[in-house]
């Protein structure tokens, strides 16, 4: 649990897509400033509820039912079902009106996530690859292919939402959080705090961090690899390794070697210019980066 959804979700919520995209909408820096009061005091008190009820909640159901949560959750076919823990005890503990709003909220916070997705699936199609490989295409086109990327990934998580086992959702949060940090942290962190961060670099850390993680899930972490089966067909055997290996969350080794390479393959590779640096961040915060030629841009920009 520690590994995989206290450092997984708590660690992976800060390399999120969705929200990195709302974070760059954000007009300025005044805005984040006033924003970081009601923020922190927001994830200190959902993240501290969400753990605590969820160590109380199997406290209560066993209290009930005289079964532990993860044995109180079978379904009609007999097997537990994690994703219906939550479910049950705001049945059991709460009135029903506080379900339907509970539900509600529910619904608009996943609806809010969804779009915020869909549109990151759909610009990375249209901007990222559509843009890349064909440079003359026309803005229409763009979003042409844009709204088709929106409704693929759509159509997408639908099919994967009905083919998917029961429990999927708990484990589907643990390992695509900390894939989003193994992939997207040591870059983001590298843009924000320094300046030295190359293109090389990102994309290596990148490429890292989605390599150990598949790795790691497909053929290691107990919990996936013995549901996908892939290790048993190719290795005659569940996991490639053994405990305590099969326990561990692939964040806590896929994010350490993604930062290290970010890093490493930045220093080694030559470091942007001071140009690049003024035109994305303003003259004045690249100031210290370099000497010279940023003071022809900073009397140029002024």
Partial sequence: MVSTMILGVGI???????????????????????????????????????YLIGELSNVYIFHKTGQNSFLASAGPDGHPNIDRIMP?????????????????????????TLSALLHVA?????????????????GARTILVTRAGIVAALVLAVWLATIMP????????????????????PMLIGCLFTRRLTKQGALAGMLVGMVVSLFWVVLVH????????????????????????VFMDSLTLALPLSALVTFVVSLLTRAPDVEHLARCFGPRECKHEARGPVAKVTSATE
């Avoid at 379900?99 to 529910?106: Q, R």
């Avoid at 559509?130 to 026309?138: D, F, G, M, N, Q």
């Avoid at 029961?166 to 942290?185: E, N």
């Fill in 122 to 138: 759909g610009t990375s199609l249209g901007h990222d690859f559509h843009e890349s490989a064909l440079p003359k295409s026309t």
């Fill in 12 to 50: 992976g919520v800060l390399a999120q897509p969705q929200l990195v995209v709302r974070f760059m909408s954000v007009h300025d820096s005044r805005d984040l400033n006033r924003g970081v009061l009601v923020g922190g005091i927001f994830i200190l008190v959902m993240t501290g509820v969400s």
């Fill in 88 to 112: 049950m005890f705001l049945s059991m503990f709460m009135p029903r009106w506080y379900v339907y709003i509970f539900m509600l909220a529910l619904l608009s916070a996943a609806m809010s």
């Fill in 222 to 245: 107990d919990k996936e690899a013995t549901s996908l089966g892939v290790c048993q067909a190719l290795f005659g055997r569940a996991t490639l390794l053994g405990p305590p290996w």
């Fill in 166 to 185: 029961p429990g999927i959702v708990a484990m589907g949060c643990g390992y695509f959080f900390g894939l989003f940090a193994s992939m997207f942290l």
